[in-house]
T-cell receptor
Framework: KAGVTQTPRYLIKTRGQQVTLSCSPI?????VSWYQQTPGQGLQFLFE???????NKGNFPGRFSGRQFSNSRSEMNVSTLELGDSALYLC??????????????FGPGTRLTVT | QKEVEQNSGPLSVPEGAIASLNCTYS??????FFWYRQYSGKSPELIMS????GDQEDGRFTAQLNKASQYVSLLIRDSQPSDSATYLC?????????????FGAGTRLAVHP
């Protein structure tokens, strides 16, 4: 079974621009979560989508948004980019099974650099 | 107090030894606990999940959970140089809901030949 895929893998943007990242979950997985990883803050939860609905959101400004499509693919958008948004953005998918506590499987990530 | 705490390391162990990685969490109602391994420049890889008190074994890995002490650990037996990585403890807090993983800062493990 193919893993989680994310595109693009690398991205360089300028302050003030916006960016859209894409994530395709493992086939059959309906939950997609997004995380930001930086050396200073570590891995932080952004938001989670299930059946096209945002079920949970982390403590990030409104510039960070996302959506999920009917095929479970997800996108996240960051508007008005700031230098501090430079990070590895990770997508994880899961398929809750009885007795298995929401195991999440990560994609390779998108490395975003803001200059 | 951080929600999930780990020693940053590095934890250095000789090849063949047991590596013991520890993690504490603050939300007493947490039910789901995970260990991820992350090699430098790569994404986290799930290696163990545990949600009941006690031990859970998978090959060379054993996860241990003590909810009364709010403590979860990972033992790696017969450590190999290929185990050298950062190990991330993650918790789904009771108050977080659904798939909100809270991660510790990670412990860097170095296994030397």
């Amino acid at each position: 079974k193919a893993g989680v895929t994310q595109t693009p893998r690398y991205l360089i943007k300028t302050r003030g621009q916006q960016v859209t990242l894409s994530c395709s979950p493992i086939s059959g997985h309906r939950s997609v979560s997004w995380y930001q990883q930086t050396p200073g803050q570590g891995l932080q939860f952004l938001f989670e989508y299930f059946s096209e609905t945002q079920r949970n959101k982390g403590n990030f400004p409104g510039r960070f948004s996302g959506r999920q499509f009917s095929n479970s693919r997800s996108e996240m958008n960051v508007s008005t980019l700031e230098l501090g948004d430079s990070a590895l953005y990770l997508c994880a998918s899961s398929f809750p099974k009885q007795g298995v506590p929401y195991e999440q499987y990560f994609g390779p990530g998108t490395r975003l650099t803001v200059t | 107090q951080k929600e999930v705490e780990q020693n940053s390391g590095p934890l250095s162990v000789p090849e063949g030894a047991i590596a013991s990685l520890n993690c504490t969490y603050s939300d007493r109602g947490s039910q789901s606990f995970f260990w991820y391994r992350q090699y430098s420049g790569k994404s986290p890889e799930l290696i163990m999940s545990i949600y009941s008190n006690g031990d859970q074994e998978d090959g060379r890995f054993t996860a241990q959970l003590n909810k009364a002490s709010q403590y979860v650990s990972l033992l790696i037996r017969d450590s190999q140089p290929s185990d050298s990585a950062t190990y991330l403890c993650a918790v789904i807090p009771f108050s977080g809901g659904y798939n909100k993983l809270i991660f510790g800062a990670g412990t860097r493990l170095a296994v030397h030949p």
